[in-house]
């Protein structure tokens, strides 16, 4: 997989409309101005996920519908989107250090691959597989993020 193949799938009008659709949904809109910046952090979640373009390419279009259901109750979801960091006692983040909020700067590029990686986890693998992909990813209480995002994902299948 090369950075271009992920340059394209970034620039791909299947995950534009599906991010659109997201954050239309959430009211906020897509931030674009750091394509090529977000090209490497995709080729890295990709590596992780031990998943090619052609993969992602495939649950766009044939999972579009459900990826946009999904990634709406996602950011919907307060305890799922909890931006909870994991610091050591006593070497927490002054609030003026916190990162600033997504209403703000929008929504980054990309994040419909993330979520379709989420997706393709939730549906083939085992919790312990998807914990030790969002380690991999340096997602702080992976495990804690995974169970939220697989209630998110149950209560889509229910409705």
Avoid: W
């Avoid at 995709?42 to 519908?65: F, G, P, R, W, Y």
């Amino acid at each position: 997989m090369t950075r271009n193949e992920v340059q394209l799938l970034l620039e791909s009008s299947k995950l534009e409309h599906i991010e659109n659709e997201i954050a239309s949904q959430v009211n906020s809109y897509v931030n674009r101005d750091y394509l090529s910046f977000m090209v490497n952090g995709a080729v890295k979640q990709l590596k992780h996920a031990c998943l090619n373009t052609k993969d992602i390419m495939a649950i766009l279009s044939e999972q579009a519908e459900l990826l946009i259901q999904f990634g709406v109750a996602f950011l919907h979801d307060e305890e799922a989107t909890s931006d909870e960091e994991e610091y050591p006692q006593g070497e927490e983040l002054d609030e003026d250090d916190k990162s600033e909020t997504v209403s703000e700067h929008g929504i980054g590029i990309g994040f419909g691959i993330t979520y379709a990686i989420y997706l393709n986890y939730l549906q083939k693998n085992t919790k312990q597989e998807f914990v030790k992909y969002l380690k991999a990813e340096r997602i702080p209480y992976a495990a804690k993020f995974a169970s939220e995002l697989k209630r998110v994902y149950e209560n889509l299948k229910k409705t």
